[in-house]
């Protein structure tokens, strides 16, 4: 467990949020001193201590989000906390920043108090929060008087009554590329970094079973047919049944509804560089610098830069090459959406869209000169 509070960039505190009492509420007023002292050593750390008691803080546009304890407390679920507190915040007023915050002073507090209990993360879902905490004042007192069924409902994560015209769900797969290549052209690191996205439009509380091409799946099954895939640190929304993954590798949930994240996952594996980008630097003087970059054997870019003639005789860097891109109806890794069962107990008929996207992730290639 831990205190909450909302630190400003400036020298006061914002909002705060003294869930236990167990730490004293000056303990904040050290929190800057010390990140600023850490940040001119070049030494910045995401746990700053004084005394026995420990801040860990995460920056958001010009705010920072500070969770202080002076105990053991578990790391992870406290910075998984803060940034889900983004998200919420995010969700409610588009922007989270200081005016925000201070145009939405109840609406903020409402949340804390729902977000965490006495120092324990509680109600995290911003679909299942805006359900009776609204942003408008004369509603919160109301709401007050009837919490919905999800928040102690065993699917928490989704409404009962839930009805369309057409029922659909909508799949994206996304696979982001991390590439890094030395001016050798050399591939130093490459993996890939998946996730599965879904825009779920389906009456009722459907039961969906997703299937793909599971490397360990098919091996439990003893079909090794076609192309499959291995996927590491694989991590499910919470709705997944992880027992039923766990025994038979059968991803079966009830979804939320709207958009949401289903599941990520990464493939180690070494990835040949989607796009080859050679780069030439010619220093003609000191005022004069051509750069040529030639992409594949498509594009060729030349460009002629008309610089200050300033002498440097420190080293000049040589950052790398960093590119962007999305490619369409394609994934690196070869991952295939097999199947998506729908059941529902009213027995309705809903499409299932599939759709694939490989993008960049870090992708850079370093110069040699």
């Known amino acids: 467990s831990f205190e909450l509070w909302v630190y400003v960039l400036k020298d006061t505190v914002l909002i705060c949020r003294n869930y236990k009492g167990d730490v004293d509420m000056s303990e904040i007023d050290h929190f800057l001193p010390l990140l600023t002292q850490q940040e001119e050593e070049g030494l910045t750390c995401p746990v700053i201590s004084h005394g026995n008691v420990h801040f860990m803080w995460i920056k958001h546009s010009n705010l920072y ?63 299942i929060l805006q359900e009776y905490i609204t942003q408008e004042g004369n509603k919160l007192e109301v709401a007050k008087t009837k919490v919905p069924t999800t928040v102690t409902n065993a699917v928490s ?48 509380m459907p039961e969906l079973r997703l299937g793909l091409n599971d490397r360990v799946l098919f091996a439990l099954t003893g079909r090794d ?53 050679e780069s030439v630097i010619e220093k003609f003087s000191h005022s004069r610098v051509e750069i040529m970059v030639k992409g594949g054997k498509e594009f060729l870019m030349r460009a002629h830069f008309g610089l200050p003639s300033v002498e440097n005789d420190e080293a000049e860097g040589k950052p790398p090459i960093t590119v962007k891109f999305e490619i369409p109806y394609f994934t690196v890794s070869g991952i295939q959406v097999r199947y998506m069962k729908i059941i529902e107990k009213s027995g309705y008929q809903a499409l299932p869209w599939v759709r694939y996207i490989t993008q960049s992730g870090d992708y850079q290639l370093r110069t040699n000169t």
């Not at 989000?65 to 940034?83: D, E, G, P, Q, R």
């Not at 991390?178 to 591939?187: W, Y």
């Not at 009830?254 to 180690?268: A, F, H, K, Q, T």
């Open 157 to 204: 994560w989704r409404s009962e009554g839930i009805k369309y015209k057409k029922n659909e769900v909508f799949i994206d797969v996304i696979e982001s590329i991390n590439v890094l290549v030395n001016a050798n052209g050399n591939v130093m690191s490459s993996d890939i970094v998946g996730s599965i996205k879904l825009k779920t439009m389906l009456s009722g």
């Open 65 to 127: 989000l500070v969770a202080t304890t002076n105990k053991n407390s578990n790391a992870s679920l406290v910075y998984s906390f803060l940034y889900k507190l983004v998200e919420v915040f995010t969700e409610y007023f588009k922007e989270l920043e200081e005016e925000s915050i201070q145009d939405n002073f109840v609406v903020v507090y409402e949340l804390l108090d729902e977000l965490m209990d006495f120092g324990f993360p509680q109600t995290t879902d911003s679909k």
């Open 225 to 277: 047919k076609g192309k499959t895939v291995a996927m590491e640190d694989v991590k499910f929304h919470q709705c997944v049944r992880l027992s039923r993954f766990e025994s038979d590798r059968t991803i079966s949930f009830i979804p939320p509804d709207g958009e949401s994240e289903l599941m990520s996952y990464r493939i180690n594996t070494h990835v040949k560089p989607l796009i080859w980008i």
